[in-house]
């Protein structure tokens, strides 16, 4: 499921509209300080589904999109597309070449759309699960992750094993469950009661 292309538009420092094609093997950006590298890796998790404003280095989501400089007026919005090679259907999608993209808007209004249908965050969540790659997952290690991941407490630590061994998913599923179930519990109670108070 190799990644094949990555367009930016008006995504951060990205005012242009510009595609980076990954070959075979290994690919290298290199650039000054401030030329833009970081915000090629938030691109990705970005359009990956990346809630957090923070963990893109801005305050709100809108700070994506493309400011200004002193040469180029702000933009209104900002998109980035990913182009996924899918023919051994690692993918969950039954299509030999899937495009994932997110746009968002001055006014907020954002869309996702694979294969330019527009689709919901969790269909994005649910093409990518047991893919190994995922906004969060370790496929992406941005700059300061690995001092943060051996100064890390034991038991965040664990967190990061079991994403990678795949048990992380399983402990997520068991919470969702465990919490419905206390609900089912819930609603049972007051449904006893209501049938006592009747009887
Ligand atoms: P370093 O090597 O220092 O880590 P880098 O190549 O990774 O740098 P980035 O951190 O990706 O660089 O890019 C930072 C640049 O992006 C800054 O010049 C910043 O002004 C610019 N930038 C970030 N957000 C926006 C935005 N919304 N609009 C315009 N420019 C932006």
Excluded at 54 to 65: Q, T
Aim: no cysteine.
């Amino acid at each position: 499921m190799p990644l094949t292309e990555l367009t930016l538009t008006g995504f951060k420092s990205f005012a242009e509209k510009t595609k980076i094609k990954f070959g075979d093997g290994i690919t290298g950006i290199v650039g000054p300080n401030g030329s833009g590298k970081s915000n090629i890796t938030e691109a990705i998790r970005w359009v990956m589904g990346e809630s957090s404003a923070k963990s893109l280095r801005g305050s709100n989501m809108k700070d994506v999109i493309f400011a200004g400089s002193q040469y180029r007026t702000p933009m209104n919005h900002a998109e980035v597309e990913l182009v996924f090679d899918n023919k051994n259907r690692a993918l969950n999608f039954d299509a030999d070449r899937v495009t994932v993209a997110r746009r968002i808007l001055r006014n907020g209004d954002s869309e996702y759309l694979i294969n330019n249908q527009t689709v919901r965050l969790k269909d994005v969540h649910a093409l990518f699960m047991d893919s190994g790659i995922s906004q969060d997952s370790l496929a992406i290690i941005s700059q300061g992750k690995v001092d943060e991941i051996l100064n890390s407490r034991p038991e965040n630590r664990r967190a990061i094993f079991e994403e990678a061994a795949g048990v992380l998913r399983f402990k997520e599923q068991k919470q969702a469950a465990t919490n419905q179930l206390a609900k089912t519990t819930d609603n049972l109670i007051r449904i006893n009661d209501l049938v006592n108070e009747l009887e």
